[in-house]
């Protein structure tokens, strides 16, 4: 894919070329591995596991095919919702993802052609890949559906009670900047009377534009609350929290969302 303009007509072209560009590799792939299937039929029979993994290929790719176009109408569907640039760079991964696992099944059936070649069926076995594919793990579908997170998704997950959201307003601001280079900026501190004494809170988030200032978010939010909770008390530090709740947002929160959203029929178009 060609650098990515950052605009939503840009985001929108760059899904479609992407999508484009899946299906004439899907018919490339399905083209090879039919070849390679008849080579291997001929060399080591119906019955070879090598000569039936020409057709897993296909059916794999097929899967991989209808669950990224998916993820890219996901997109589409809520252009009007993501920011744009971590939407395309969302858009980037996926494409990149979908390039290595191309990739990788070329190379499986070059390799059964080259045991067909050297009629040594042991040759044919499918190599093992480094990284999981788009349909082996559901991260990058998470990441995809965190685009349209935003703080009421966070109020749901938290289930905190309204009065420490209107606690925090007067004191929590957000700044829309790059996470990669400028997280460090990002605090909560209490704010104390001059006995120590907890009366606000000091809080600056990120804009919750993708999965990872979502996580962010919440492990601020966690820390606001502890004060919240000590209100009219002295202040007291607690331990480093842990990343129960974001480890929760992930593998519960958004894992129900994926299903909600995701387990329907989809048309390759």
């Not at 559906?145 to 420490?164: N, R, W």
């Not at 992930?250 to 129900?256: A, D, I, M, R, T």
Request: proline share 3%.
């Amino acid at each position: 894919m060609e650098s990515m303009t950052r605009d939503k007509d840009g985001l929108i072209s760059d899904i479609k070329e992407m999508k484009h560009g899946s299906i004439e590799q899907m018919a490339l792939v399905t083209y090879y591995s039919l070849g390679s299937y008849f080579k291997s039929l001929l060399a080591f029979g119906r019955k070879s596991n090598v000569t039936r993994d020409n057709l897993n290929v296909i059916k794999e790719m097929y899967q991989i095919l209808k669950k990224e176009n998916k993820l890219l109408n996901f997109i589409l569907k809520n252009v009007d919702k993501v920011d744009v640039d971590a939407a395309l760079k969302v858009v980037l991964m996926l494409d990149s993802l979908n390039d290595k696992t191309v990739e990788y099944y070329y190379s499986v059936i070059e390799e059964v052609e080259s045991a067909c070649e050297c009629e040594e069926e042991r040759r044919g076995i499918r190599p093992r890949k480094d990284f999981s594919t788009i349909t082996q793990t559901d991260s990058y579908a998470k990441e995809v559906i965190a685009l349209v997170e935003d703080l009421d998704s966070m109020k749901v997950f938290l289930d905190y009670e309204p009065e420490f959201w209107s606690f925090i307003k007067p004191y929590a601001h957000t700044a829309n900047v790059n996470l990669e280079t400028m997280s460090g900026m990002f605090y909560v501190v209490p704010v104390t009377d001059s006995d120590g004494i907890v009366c606000g809170v000091s809080l600056l988030t990120p804009q919750i534009v993708d999965l990872k200032s979502a996580l962010m978010c919440i492990k601020l939010y966690e820390e606001a609350y502890h004060i919240y909770e000590l209100r009219g008390k002295v202040y007291q530090k607690r331990p480093t929290p842990s990343s129960d709740l974001q480890k929760q947002f992930e593998e519960e929160f958004l894992q129900k969302k994926l299903q909600m959203t995701f387990n329907k029929k989809c048309e390759i178009n």
